[in-house]
């Protein structure tokens, strides 16, 4: 398989697809499983590279992990755990932020844990500050040396930690849960992240038996237990992905009913996709997401954490911005460089401007500094097929969605990034009648 796609655009999409298990989820619980000292065993899992990274690194540290393609079942067995070699560990690094969250469940099971340099999309300087700093208050040792970080639990063991986090970060809170379930006593956890795939891991901690309560304020407190067991779960579905699909149904004109996307985990996404002119019906097994003829209208729309306007939805909706009538304004509070996915956009007939100002409202954090954070998109502009690149996750899904709406044929390169994150995602295309094909390099 060659990763450049050829696609001939300018046809809605129609038609139905399935979204599986999230994943910003799925690897985070396959984690979680270290914990245990009997198998878990997860349902709903997609065929994605982020589900393969953590496999290959579970399987380094001794669980022995089956994945039953087809049905989407893994199982999880983390009896025989061990330590991993080093450079085991660093040649699987790169290619995703997962390994980081290894440290708790490490920490507890071999008293020893070891960050490699971490991949993930290059959307801003992804910092792991917050990470370290929470280890740190458990008691761990944290000791950054030439060939990676080097993490030690201390003779006493991880005590519980009172953690103020400077930005509800995902991943921090995640690190946070992930290390206080097992460690001595209480951890409060304030101004923590509360997106719908950390409710579900804490719905997968408590069934291993840890005990935690989320509170209304971003405070989650954990009471640390001495032992864990497996569990059995089917993991929440994918709404970032359900969302691009919508967004795809908007800009092409389409009609996509997308089997597995569940209302509550997207209600911020479905208002602002009513606001834009979309239309949708929601059943038990899924949302059709529709272009329900005439024009569409701009919006002005600020990103944000759990329950706000997710970072992720805001490439793929962007695209559909382009055919709104008027000046949409976007403002990205959550990661600081965010919009370079424009200029490819922009190149198919697209008329995006960034600015570093917080435009829209409120000022965040990338106010009067040198990120251009802040997008406005004057629409409507008939897009034109071009030759692209994908940049990154996201924005990569972006281009697909731009080329599949303009006119003429496009190419699209290192269409491969896509598949961290989309399962089968060429396979759904076709099922949409898309017209695509894979093309030489
Ligand atoms: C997760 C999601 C990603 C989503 C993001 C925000 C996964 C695998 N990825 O990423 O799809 O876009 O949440 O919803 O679940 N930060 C720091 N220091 C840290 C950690 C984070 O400054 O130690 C900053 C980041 O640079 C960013 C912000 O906090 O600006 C949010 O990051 P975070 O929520 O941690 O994102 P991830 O967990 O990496």
Request: with cysteine; proline share 6%.
């Given at each position: 398989m060659t990763s450049v796609l050829r696609i001939e655009g300018g046809h809605p999409l129609n038609g139905t697809i399935t979204v599986r298990g999230a994943k910003n989820f799925v690897p985070k619980a396959m984690v979680a499983s270290l914990l245990g000292d009997s198998p878990s065993q997860l349902d709903n899992v997609p065929l994605i590279r982020d589900v393969d990274v953590v496999s290959d690194l579970l399987r380094l540290h001794g669980v022995t992990v089956e994945f039953d393609q087809k049905r989407g079942r893994m199982s999880l067995d983390p009896t025989n755990v061990k330590v991993?070699?080093?450079s085991d560990i660093d040649s699987l690094g790169g290619s995703s932020r997962i390994p980081i969250l290894f440290c708790g469940p490490l920490l507890h099971q071999l008293g020893e844990a070891f960050i490699p340099e971490l991949g993930g999309?290059?959307?801003?300087?992804?910092?792991?500050?917050?990470?370290?700093?929470?280890l740190r208050k458990f008691g761990a040792v944290v000791d950054k040396r030439s060939d990676g970080i080097h993490i030690t639990r201390?003779?006493?063991?991880?005590?519980?930690?009172?953690?103020d986090l400077p930005f509800p970060s995902v991943g921090a809170t995640e690190q946070t849960l992930l290390t206080a379930v097992r460690a001595e006593g209480i951890t409060i956890l304030r101004g923590a992240a509360v997106e719908p795939e950390i409710m579900d891991l804490i719905n997968v901690l408590q069934k291993m038996g840890a005990i935690i309560s989320v509170?209304?304020?971003?405070?989650?407190?954990?009471e640390g237990v001495d032992r864990l067991v497996g569990y059995t779960h089917v993991a929440l579905p994918d709404r970032i992905e359900a969302a691009s699909w919508a967004a795809a149904a908007l800009a092409t004109r389409g009609d996509i009913y997308v089997l597995g996307a569940h209302q509550p985990d997207m209600t911020t996404f479905l208002n602002t996709?009513?606001?834009?002119g979309g239309a949708f019906d929601i059943d038990a097994e899924g949302i059709r997401f529709y272009h329900p003829g005439g024009e569409l209208h701009a919006i002005a729309l600020e990103t944000g954490v759990h329950p706000g306007f997710m970072t992720d939805w805001q490439q793929p909706l962007v695209v559909a911005l382009t055919q709104a009538r008027g000046l949409s304004i976007v403002h990205e509070t959550v990661y600081e460089k965010r919009f370079g996915f424009t200029e490819a956009l922009n190149q198919m007939g697209a008329q995006i401007q960034v600015?570093?100002?917080c435009l829209g409202g409120s000022e965040c954090r990338f106010g009067q500094?040198?990120?251009y954070h802040s997008a406005v998109v004057s629409g409507p502009t008939p897009l034109h097929g071009a030759d692209i690149v994908v940049?990154?996750?996201?924005?990569?899904?972006s281009h697909l969605i731009a080329a599949l709406a303009a006119e003429g044929t496009s190419t699209v390169a290192g269409i491969d990034v896509i598949a961290r994150g989309y399962e089968h995602f060429t396979t759904k295309l076709g099922q949409l009648d898309a017209r695509v094909a894979y093309a030489a390099d």
């Open positions: 991993a070699s080093r999309c290059a959307i801003g300087g992804r910092p792991i500050d917050f990470h370290l700093d929470t201390p003779a006493e063991g991880l005590r519980g930690a009172i953690i509170d209304t304020d971003r405070t989650i407190r954990i996709f009513r606001k834009v600015y570093r100002e500094r040198n990120f940049p990154d996750l996201r924005g990569g899904f």
